[in-house]
């Protein structure tokens, strides 16, 4: 790699990408996209604890229990990946 | 408009709690535990409020050491010592993206921040670290992780002052990685190893077969940081059932095996490297649906000299111990057995002295004592038992019983959560209570606050006739308890002595036949009465002197001291007497005064002093003197102060200085003199303590009545009691003064009082009776009396007239009435045959006297749980007074109730009536469903105190909001805006408006204006046309806003809260406002043209802030007399604030620059940026935050000199802005 590259736009980009997990590129496909909104929700509920609480007594659920969904929920979080196109 | 955000009552949930040794003191008590052992602290975070509280084994109660707001989300803490130390610190992570480290200074009282480290971006991200934290027990590392890919491990050391050090951090990163738990495992002085339950997902996100996603394993994950190298390496990683979801460090080097138990749903795992499963299943509540797992939420480990275990909690309850056989280092047995039941927790700390810490994750927090460690035979299930059928582990069945093991000794009230919340004055009383609807499920309250400070009566009895003054005195100073009431009529004097009993006697030798003016212990052992005519002076061995007053010359006023005394004679003359070294009581000097004296006062003798040289003298012409009592200036004036209406009553309070410690800040002795003028104004004042120069003035008014002022012992020291039309408290709390009601009715004298039963009491007459009570919960803004519900409310009206209150109710998986009732006859019937381990039957108190020791306490264990798509529901109408349901309507056929409002209809054929929104079989995943929704009408029978169905109308989406408008009934179902007028049969639908975007949350009307609250869309201004029969929308918010409470401010303006924990005011500009009031149309035709599509015209927003917790009811009300409106919210989190708007641009510029200089000077202790917490979704707009202001009194005096400086005032004057803005609130 020369010395110019690395402060190119794209590679500055990739930098991004690779430390900050969903940021975004142009050939996102919508179902990635949704995936790290969901991800990112999840967390942030997690996080969150008034919202956990908000959650759980919609659910009546122990706010354990809720937290412990929304953890398992961030594994396929839009459902299963749609088939992607061969080219 | 600006805004002052001030917090009422703080947080009173828990997030998270730890114990631990924070102030390093060694226990007072060491006979109860050993000796050398320091005593323990709980720290506890409530949202973003941390406290440390500390078990009071005198008491039984928890006592708040400290209670700090952070400013941020706390979301994990934990405690580590360094090895050989006797202090523990305290870890925070947060959403600030910075760990903290804590260390408490017991001597100022606060938290210190040791160590700050930023390792990432701030707010609850997935990948910045802050959501799990894990402590090497030795002290050595510790790792904080994110719930996604990011670990960093810090190495903890000290240098050569002793002081904690930390390393930069170690990454033990890995991409596509969820972690669910993480703890530290107890290896001795080996390498620090963290252990974590980590689940991969990259291949399942690429895999659209959805084969990866179901062979998606989860992991035990060991790093071993290893100190020599300065390297965190990813030791081993081995599969583990894929239910679990929380680790436990189980003890290590001599104590026990090392490694860890795996919490999994159904299973508790033993688990260390290279060492073989060990696998128990967590026994079931024989009435669990089987669809449900069992999921551990809390875990505690308790551990003594020779053995140790594990108390852990599932989500239903029950909390299970759990033993490990072991033998060297393998681990032969693990077992649970069923220990006891309590409310779920959110934290459960075992405390060395025998007690157990449970934070409530809803509901008020309680604390047990152990009684037994569970050694009975119980049910149990162990590894060794264990049975494998066809569909996997066979789990043992159980009943929960009563509380075995552990007793509960006290609780500690939580608000959480608050569902709903009005403030209204229905007891009439002199300011307003607040109703809350708090709790969940089983644990429901409805909650009354009133502002000031609970009182706990011990005794009431009545007089002969109405008393108008009370005292309680020692014999001898040296004496712990009072010896004698003495209460004085309108012309005699009754004298009752303590003792056993309280009763009558005549042999004290104090003068009967008149009444008194005042009584006291004078010197060491003598007692004193003042009557109109004269002194009498008791000596200890019955002598008695009296000195009379001259001519017929009456005595009007008395000041004393124990040494003083000072009396005002009716002709305008003013004598002051001394106590001698002989115990002699001598006339000193005598003075005429120019006017009437209206009240006299004395100030205490300083400690090794002889006397006070403070004399005030209030008189008619509206002025307080101070004179000298010196011998050689005696009864000269030092100096005068012009009050704003003549004194009624003067008191001196002492405040003896601190040097902070664990009750106080750093401050000097003072003396304040306090006067109650005859306006109903209290008038303080710092007494300069050598000049007598009166300086630093503050005023509040206390009510109507004058107040009278009355010393008395609070927590040791000296307090004031001012009865105005309800008694206020004026006491030191924390370094801090503060005058606080006291919920209770007027009182006309008070006293302190002190006997053996109640070592702090006050003792006071009002009517005809005499009172003797103690004052609680010092420090408390409100006082709450509880009344139980059923379900989890959701929201209730007040009925106007007949002040009851109307409540619906509604939890989701959970068995009606009826079937509750059916399964505990059945479960009676069949004893405890069920409970599948038939040696329970020989529990005492299972067979004889059954009845009682099963019927289960609901609000202990919870309703039975239900297939989740069950739901209950009922329509309470409640008497607040006499705390009465007097009509209970439980919905049948899995309804749900979900809006409540009464309405009159044109048609006054009916009166008021009550619609109830309900939704049938409602579920919330995948996506909001319902079979049907109904709009149920009720007439009130029985004066209101019962209900009778009009009809039902049914709706085709869920009705969440109803709203009278103009005579008809404004319904929200689903998006629709609909219009109903209320026929024989159902209701009539007249007009609707099917505009707006997702679900209508709140409906407010005004004049001919409604204003709906949308669920994710913030607020649409309608109006209704009567002409044409039409609603339509004229103006709408440009922001997304997910509305969880909603409030009408003004014609042009809504207050609202969305779910991410924001407040913010909407308002229509003047000029579309004016605009719309005077087209012909109302603005029908710009209606029609619509703009960007969304309505012609846009709110905006005028003032935004992050509360930081999700609000769920606001109200513009005022919570004092005569108080400016503020607007009142509740939280999920059972907080209770207000905002405040200025009315003056002066006090804008004020708070908004000590705000600057705060955030500057002070920031927030976990490390977040105190301007960026307030804007953590929409920047901060036109809002003070007070919380932060009111920081300002327990910074350091230089410090606040230096912020006091840059403001161009002194520290004292900004000390009185603050109370000042505050006594506007409450």
Redesign the interface.
């Known amino acids: 790699m020369q010395a110019s590259d690395r402060f190119n736009i794209n590679s500055q980009l990739e930098h991004l990408q690779a430390k ?3 940021t975004g590129h142009a050939d996102l496909t919508r179902f ?1 996209w949704a ?1 790290n909104i969901q ?2 929700s ?3 509920y ?6 956990l ?2 959650f ?10 809720e937290r ?1 969904n929304f ?1 398992q929920k ?3 979080p839009c459902g ?5 196109d061969e080219d | 408009m600006y805004l002052y955000n001030l917090t009422l009552q703080r947080t009173t949930g828990v997030v998270c709690a730890v114990i631990g040794s924070f102030s390093g003191r060694d226990s007072k008590k060491s006979s109860a535990t050993a000796p050398g052992s320091s005593t323990q602290e709980i720290a506890v975070a409530r949202g973003s409020t941390l406290e440390l509280l500390r078990h009071d084994p005198d008491t039984g109660r928890f006592h708040t050491m400290l209670s700090v707001d952070v400013f941020g989300a706390i979301r994990s803490l934990a405690q580590f010592r360094l090895p050989g130390a006797t202090k523990d610190y305290l870890v925070v992570g947060s959403d600030s993206g910075r760990l903290v480290i804590l260390e408490y200074s017991p001597d100022r009282n606060r938290f210190d921040k040791v160590h700050q480290e930023t390792f990432g971006k701030s707010c609850c991200r997935r990948t910045v670290p802050g959501q799990l934290l894990a402590v090497d027990p030795k002290g050595r590392a510790l790792c904080i992780a994110a719930l996604e890919k990011q670990k960093l491990v810090y190495v903890l050391n000290r240098d050569a002052a002793a002081r904690l050090t930390i390393s930069s951090p170690l990454e033990a990163h890995k991409s596509n990685t969820i972690t669910f738990s993480l703890t530290a495992l107890d290896c001795g002085f080996g390498n620090p190893i963290f252990a974590a339950i980590e689940l991969e997902y990259a291949e399942s996100d690429r895999d659209p077969t959805g084969q990866a996603a179901d062979q998606a394993q989860k992991y035990l994950t060991f790093y071993e940081l290893d100190l020599g190298l300065n390297h965190v390496s990813r030791k081993a990683s081995e599969p583990i059932d894929n239910g679990a979801n929380l680790l436990v460090t189980v003890p290590g080097g001599a104590d026990g095996p090392s490694g860890l138990l795996v919490c999994c749903e159904n299973f508790v795992l033993y688990r260390n490297q290279g060492h073989p499963e060990v696998l128990a299943v967590i026994p079931r509540r024989a009435d669990l649906p089987a669809e449900r797992g069992v999921l551990i939420v809390a875990a505690a480990t308790h551990r003594q000299k020779d053995k140790f275990f594990f108390l852990l909690q599932t989500e239903y309850g029950d909390i299970f111990k759990v033993d490990l056989e072991h033998n060297g280092g393998t681990v032969t047995e693990l077992r649970i057995k069923y220990f006891d039941t309590i409310p779920v927790t959110s934290a459960i700390c075992v405390l060395q002295s025998g007690f157990l810490f449970a934070a409530s994750e809803f509901g008020n927090h309680a604390l047990y004592q152990f009684r037994y460690l569970g050694q009975d035979v119980d049910v149990e299930s162990s590894s060794a038992t264990l049975m494998e059928t066809e569909e996997g582990f066979h789990p043992v069945f159980f009943q929960p019983r009563a509380l075995k093991n552990i007793l509960c000794i006290n609780e500690i009230e939580s608000l959480m959560p608050i569902m709903d919340m009005c403030v209204a004055n229905l007891f009439d009383e002199e300011t307003p209570q607040v109703f809350t609807a708090c709790g969940r499920g089983s644990r429901s309250t409805l909650r009354i606050l009133r502002p000031g400070l609970a009182i706990s009566e011990m005794a009431r009895s009545m007089l002969p006739a109405e008393p108008i003054a009370v005292w309680a005195v020692k014999k001898n100073i040296n004496y712990m308890f009072d010896a004698y009431i003495v209460v004085s009529f309108a012309n005699v004097t009754l004298v009752l002595s303590i003792g056993e009993t309280i009763e009558e006697v005549s042999d004290s030798q104090f003068l009967g036949t008149t009444h008194s003016l005042a009584v006291s212990l004078l010197g060491e052992n003598s007692l004193m009465q003042v009557h109109p005519n004269g002194i009498r002076h008791i000596r200890e061995d019955g002598r008695v002197n009296e000195w009379r007053t001259p001519g017929k010359k009456t005595i009007t006023k008395v000041g004393s001291n124990q040494l003083q005394v000072v009396i005002a004679l009716s002709g305008e003359e003013l004598i002051y007497f001394e106590m001698e070294m002989t115990g002699q009581l001598m006339e000193v000097e005598k003075q005429d005064m120019s006017g009437d004296v209206a009240c006299l006062a004395i100030a205490p003798v300083p400690e090794g002093r002889q006397r006070s040289r403070f004399l005030a003298v209030g008189s008619y012409d509206n002025t307080i003197r101070i004179l000298s009592l010196d011998p050689d200036d005696c009864l000269q004036p030092l100096s005068v102060q012009s009050v704003s209406s003549a004194p009624e009553s003067l008191m001196f309070l002492e405040v003896q200085a601190s040097v902070g410690g664990e009750d106080g800040a750093d401050h000097p002795a003072n003396l304040f003199l306090n006067a109650g003028l005859r306006n109903g104004v209290l008038f303080r004042t710092n007494v300069d303590m050598v000049t007598g120069q009166l300086s630093d003035t503050r005023s509040r008014f206390l009510g109507p009545r004058p107040p009278t002022l009355f010393p008395c012992i609070i927590s040791h020291r000296q307090a004031m009691l001012c009865l105005s039309n309800r008694p206020w408290l004026g006491y030191m709390h924390q370094g801090h003064f503060r005058l606080t009601p006291l919920s209770c009715d007027t009182l006309e004298s008070a006293a302190s009082f002190s006997s053996d039963q109640c070592t702090e009491g006050v003792v006071a007459v009002a009517g005809g009776a005499l009172r003797i009570f103690t004052i609680e919960r010092l420090g408390e803004t409100f006082n709450e009396t509880a009344i139980p519900l059923r379900y989890t409310p959701r929201k209730f009206v007040i009925l106007p007239k007949k002040k009851y209150l109307a409540v619906i109710e509604s939890d989701k998986g959970a068995l009606s009435a009826e079937e509750r009732e059916a399964a505990k006859e059945c479960f009676e019937a069949s004893g405890a045959v069920e409970n599948g381990n038939s040696k329970m039957q020989n529990g005492d108190g299972l067979e004889e006297g059954g009845e009682e020791s099963n019927t289960l306490s609901d609000e202990q264990y919870g309703y039975p749980k239900a297939e989740s798509e069950r739901w209950v529901s009922c329509i309470r109408i409640l008497d607040p007074r006499s705390r009465d349901t007097t009509c209970l309507l439980e919905l049948q056929d899995n309804e749900a109730a979900v809006s409540i409002c009464m309405v009159n209809f044109h048609d006054k054929e009916h009166g008021t009536l009550l619609a109830v929104g309900t939704a049938k079989g409602l579920q919330f995943w995948p996506k909001r469903n319902l079979s049907a929704g109904f709009i149920y009408i009720y007439k009130f029978v029985d004066e209101g105190r019962s209900l009778e169905l009009l009809h039902k109308t049914q709706v085709e989406e869920v009705p969440l909001a109803l709203c009278q408008f103009q005579g008809r009934l404004l319904a929200g179902v689903g998006s629709v805006l609909r219009l109903y007028d209320l026929g024989k049969r159902k209701l009539l639908r007249k007009c609707e408006n099917k505009l707006f975007p997702r679900t209508i949350v709140s409906i407010h009307t005004y004049r001919d204006r409604i204003y709906v609250g949308d669920m994710q869309e913030s607020f649409h201004y309608c109006k209704y046309r009567q002409d044409e029969n039409q609603l339509y929308i004229f103006a709408d918010d440009g922001v997304p806003r997910w509305l969880t409470a909603a409030n009408h401010i003004d014609f042009d303006t809504m207050a609202g809260a969305d779910k991410f924990g924001n407040i913010y005011f909407a308002r229509l500009p003047k000029d579309v406002s004016d605009e719309i009031e005077e087209d012909p149309t109302g603005g029908e035709i710009k209606w029609e043209q619509g703009k960007l599509n969304g309505a012609p015209n846009r709110i905006v927003e005028i003032a935004q802030f992050h509360v930081g917790d999700v609000v769920t009811c606001l109200q513009k009300a005022s919570l004092i007399p005569g108080g400016g409106e503020c607007l009142i919210y509740g939280t999920v989190m059972g907080s209770v604030g207000a905002l405040l708007a200025f009315n003056c641009r002066e006090d804008v510029d004020f708070f908004s620059h000590l705000e600057m200089h705060l955030r500057q000077e002070h920031p927030p202790l976990s490390g977040r940026d105190h301007m960026e917490y307030r804007s953590s979704y929409f920047p901060v707009k036109d809002v003070i935050d007070g919380d932060l202001c009111e920081q300002f009194t327990s910074i350091p005096a230089d410090t606040q000199r230096k912020i006091a400086d840059e403001l161009d005032r002194t520290p004292g004057e900004i000390l009185k802005k603050l109370e000042d803005i505050r006594n506007k609130i409450i």
């Open positions: 900050y997990v969903g990635e995936v991800r990112d999840y967390a942030s997690i996080g969150h604890s008034p919202m609480a908000y759980s007594i919609a659910e009546n659920e122990s706010i354990g229990r412990y953890m961030m594994l396929l299963l990946p749609p088939e992607r």
